[in-house]
């Protein structure tokens, strides 16, 4: 049996404190990976602070160009926001189809950008949406956030505070749903940024976790519809083989989901 200190922090600079004093310390912010993972022995915490109440941490702002979501702001609340659905409502749509109502009403955008789980589907708008990480240190771009298969760029005892959007001029998401846990088997979040740049991210598909898809993204920038991609071919090199796809068919999902969230888009 293993012995677990559990700690409700007020603040972020309470629960960075008690991180540092702490032994084997985790943040707990939903629970939804942490505690699972905890329950199969996988991982222990001597001391868990539960950041999932500290003010500081919850909301959502939409001002000029930008769509801050703090870091323990549930999915619950994202995808019922209004300042989401005006300013970038494919966030929203992502959401509501992100897990089971249980999952989206204690699930955080921060507990899921620092898990990074290859299946999971914000690293996807993050990284299509050159999103910015803001932690309790520093600011991080989501190209290098993002570091491979449940790796990120965050240090030890640094807690993700927010997440910034710039706002888009076109975004949509679409995703095959695993229908047994609900994660993506493949899911792509397409965006077309304010002066034209074109990014398209996969989620679910590579073996590296999430990935940038070249490929779609030329094809979209000479011309901004799902028949664009009618005649591309996305290569299965690096991508993910398992009882629920092959390699080769991740690569036709991403191209079937590209285009259905590029319809999505308008
Ligand atoms: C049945 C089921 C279905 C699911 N389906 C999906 C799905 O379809 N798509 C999907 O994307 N996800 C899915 N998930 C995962 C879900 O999104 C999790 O909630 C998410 O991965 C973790 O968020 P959390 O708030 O629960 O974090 P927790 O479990 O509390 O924490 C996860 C990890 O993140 C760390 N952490 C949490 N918050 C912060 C922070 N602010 N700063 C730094 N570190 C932090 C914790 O220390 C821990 O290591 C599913 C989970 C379950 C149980």
Request: no cysteine; aromatic share 6%.
């Amino acid at each position: 049996m293993y012995t677990t200190n559990y700690h409700r922090a007020s603040s972020v600079d309470e629960a960075a404190a008690l991180y540092a004093k702490g032994t084997d310390a985790k943040y707990l912010a939903g629970g939804h990976t942490l505690l699972p993972v905890m329950k199969q022995r996988l991982t222990a915490a001597g001391d868990l602070i539960d950041i999932a109440k500290i003010p500081a941490l919850i909301g959502i702002e939409a001002s000029g160009d930008t769509l801050t979501i703090k870091a323990a702001t549930t999915y619950f609340d994202i995808m019922h926001s209004q300042d989401v659905k005006r300013t970038i409502p494919a966030i929203a749509h992502l959401t509501s189809v992100l897990g089971d109502p249980a999952v989206r009403y204690r699930g955080t955008i921060g507990g899921s950008v620092a898990t990074n789980d290859p299946a999971a589907d914000y690293p996807a708008a993050l990284l299509a949406l050159k999103a910015t990480v803001k932690t309790n240190k520093r600011e991080i771009t989501a190209d290098e956030f993002f570091q491979g298969l449940f790796m990120t760029a965050l240090d030890d005892n640094e807690l993700i505070t927010a997440i910034s959007f710039p706002v888009p001029e076109k975004a949509g998401y679409a995703k095959m749903r695993n229908p047994a846990s609900r994660f993506a088997l493949t899911g792509v979040f397409v965006a077309k940024l304010k002066g034209g740049e074109i990014r398209v991210a996969a989620t679910g598909a590579s073996q590296n976790g999430v990935m940038r898809v070249g490929v779609i993204e030329d094809a979209l920038k000479s011309n901004w519809s799902a028949s664009a991609l009618d005649n591309i071919k996305v290569s299965d090199d690096g991508l993910m083989a398992d009882i629920h796809g092959t390699s080769d068919y991740r690569a036709n999902l991403i191209k079937v989901m590209a285009q259905r969230a590029v319809e999505a888009a308008g």
